[in-house]
Nanobody, 114 residues
Framework: QVQFVESGGGFVQPGGSLRLSCIAS????????MRWYRQAPGKERELVAH????????VYADSVKGRFTISRDNAKNTVYLQMNSLKPEDTAVYYC???????WGQGTQVTVSS
């Protein structure tokens, strides 16, 4: 079945960096676009970044443009989210998914605090 396993979250001070990874399985990864979402306490889940199957086209939420970079390795069925210049408002549980499927992983917690 379709599965997503996120990792790489943690606790970091403002201005720090983290790299999230998501391993996908159960479908032909190279053929589908992938997305990262996040959900902060008391808030709705929001789209953070999108990458096309071809790895050429990317889209970012305005709040993370210039700080976050989404990428993928089709040979490893893995999508990444490089997060730089982190801010306290980036604190959330981060999830990856393929927009074609209504399936979510367990997410990975990112906490940005001094």
């Amino acid at each position: 079945q379709v599965q997503f396993v996120e990792s790489g979250g943690g606790f970091v001070q403002p201005g720090g960096s983290l790299r999230l990874s998501c391993i996908a399985s159960g479908f032909t990864f190279s053929r589908l676009a992938m997305r990262w979402y996040r959900q902060a306490p008391g808030k709705e889940r929001e789209l953070v970044a999108h990458i096309a199957s071809s790895d050429i086209s990317t889209v970012y939420a305005d709040s993370v443009k210039g700080r976050f970079t989404i990428s993928r390795d089709n040979a490893k069925n893995t999508v990444y989210l490089q997060m730089n210049s982190l801010k306290p408002e980036d604190t959330a549980v981060y999830y990856c998914t393929a927009p074609r499927y209504g399936v979510w992983g367990q997410g990975t917690q990112v906490t940005v605090s001094s």
